[in-house]
């Protein structure tokens, strides 16, 4: 039986309408994070926003609703702007607003982002819409070329900006933000607070409140524990690591993209399920990479911090910082991706002698006393059985310009093709493509039925994603 929320953290006791309040109920909010419930009642009265909180909080909620309540329906133009660091995080982005934005008939989200061709979006913005969710670098396009007007506009957010700082893009916010009204509401969410937070709200905030939660992650929740290793035996420990603790999705930190490569080849020989996430990948190798990792039907995914950023991935059990990262900051945001939303999760570090100093920096801005295991207490807890991920993806070439919907492709698999709903994992929907995880030990049998039948009524070409 679910606890009653109490009255501050009860959706009902902001000011939003009852069909708000009652889509919220449908889709499960019970009750506000710390982050919502500190930040919507200032968002919701006007107030322009800094607020402070890790991954996983629960802010795109807060920032969506108080834009949607700033929206009005009836005006087809852009009211809204939410600036992100990267493709992935911006795709996450207008999924959750277009599910939150279900309480209104007809509100049309876009999202702009780099990686994309430039002609499907200029015709979509043709076509007009009440909310955009882009990069920096894609949206200045957009107003250099005219393509996108933001008079309109009523709501900035600036979503990650500590880490659009990072990626260089304080000069395209600032040319952004002098293509909107003055007259406007900014809001503005980060998990950290670099010195560049405070020029972006010198310069582009009025009077706003300030909101802090703790950015470290909770100690009960996640369990740190460190290795001493040899250069020569760092890429073998991951795999020790793996076997010995199994989780079912790792996420392992590299300091640079040649250690991602190596690592990569170094667990695919292992028989481990691994991909690679760094620079030097096309935006669509990228975008496929993060799907089949954010559901579940890759066991690890080895990415360098910069890859990484705005990864936001549910039920991650471990976090293996196979380099120990020079910056605290950045340690702390690596680990911070495992034990959200209560559940525990592991971070385990692989420190030579000559990272010593730098984990003594750690434990002093952490306050913790490290927990050093031996790599020769690690043992294979499941012999013979590989770890290998419950699911896998296909990709069904058709995406949003054909109208695909994520309930065309359930249907297809479990009204016509007879599987269980708990055979089907997540659906992502882009342009073109559509990918959906399956059980594994469905899947090979799942892509040659559903390529010989039909999805909304047309035969489709399918695949089944390997390494």
Same mark, same amino acid.
């Given at each position: 039986m679910n606890a009653i929320p109490s009255p501050a953290t009860d959706f009902s006791s902001l000011p939003l309408p009852p069909q708000a309040i009652?889509?919220?109920?449908?889709?499960g909010y019970t009750a506000m994070t710390p982050i919502q419930a500190a930040?919507? !009642?200032?968002?919701?009265?006007?107030?322009?926003?800094?607020?402070?909180?890790k991954t996983g909080s629960g802010k795109t909620a807060a920032f969506a609703l108080a834009l949607l309540a700033n929206l009005n329906p009836r005006r087809f133009a852009v009211q809204a702007l939410v600036l992100c660091p990267t493709r992935e995080l911006a795709d996450q982005v207008t999924q959750e607003v277009r599910r939150l934005a279900r309480a209104e008939d007809h509100i049309k989200v876009l999202t702009l982002c780099g990686g994309s061709t430039m002609? !499907?979006?200029?015709?979509?913005?043709?076509?007009?819409?009440?909310? %955009? %969710?882009?990069t920096p670098g894609r949206i200045m396009d957009h107003l250099d070329r005219g393509s996108l007007d933001l008079q309109?506009?009523?709501?900035?957010?600036?979503?990650?900006?500590?880490? +659009?700082?990072? +990626?260089?893009?304080?000069?395209?916010?600032?040319?952004v933000a002098q293509h909107c009204p003055a007259k406007r509401q900014t809001l503005l969410f980060s998990a950290t607070y670099p010195e560049g937070i405070g020029k972006l709200s010198a310069r582009f905030l009025r009077? !706003?409140?300030?909101?802090?939660?703790a950015a470290a992650p909770a100690p009960t929740q996640i369990r740190q524990?460190?290795?001493?290793?040899?250069?020569?035996?760092?890429?073998?420990?991951?795999?020790?690591l793996l076997n010995h603790y199994r989780p079912v999705s790792t996420l392992a930190f590299c300091n640079t993209k040649q250690q991602c490569r190596d690592l990569v080849q170094v667990l695919r020989a292992q028989g481990f399920s691994a991909l690679e996430l760094h620079g030097d990948l096309e935006q669509r190798d990228r975008d496929q990479v993060f799907v089949r990792f954010a559901n579940r039907s890759c066991s690890v995914l080895v990415a360098t911090d910069i890859a990484a950023r705005g990864l936001d991935v549910q039920q991650l059990e471990a976090v293996i910082n196979v380099d120990i990262s020079p910056d605290v900051d950045t340690h702390i945001h690596r680990i911070g991706r495992t034990g959200r939303a209560d559940a525990e999760g592991w971070a385990f570090s692989l420190a030579s002698l000559d990272e010593m100093g730098r984990v003594g920096q750690i434990e002093a801005a952490m306050k913790l006393t490290s927990d050093w295991?031996?790599?020769?207490?690690?043992?294979?807890?499941q012999p013979g059985q590989p770890l290998r991920p419950p699911m896998a993806t296909l990709q069904i070439m058709g995406g949003r310009k054909e109208k695909i919907r994520a309930g065309d492709v359930l249907g297809a698999l479990t009204k016509d093709l007879g599987y269980a709903g708990s055979q089907v994992g997540k659906i992502s929907i882009n342009e073109f493509s559509t990918y959906v995880a399956v059980q594994a030990d469905?899947?090979?049998?799942a892509c040659q039925r559903l390529a010989a039948g039909k999805v909304k009524g047309k035969s489709v070409k399918v695949r089944l994603m390997t390494d």
């Open positions: 009652e889509n919220l109920q449908r889709l930040t919507l !009642p200032l968002a919701l009265a006007g107030h322009d926003l800094i607020a402070q909180a002609r !499907p979006q200029l015709a979509s913005l043709e076509h007009g819409a009440h909310i %955009v %969710v882009g309109a506009l009523n709501t900035l957010v600036l979503d990650e900006a500590d880490r +659009m700082l990072d +990626m260089g893009f304080f000069d395209d916010i600032a040319k009077e !706003p409140k300030e909101v802090k939660l524990r460190f290795f001493e290793v040899t250069e020569a035996e760092r890429l073998h420990a991951v795999g020790l295991q031996k790599l020769d207490t690690l043992t294979d807890s469905i899947a090979a049998q």
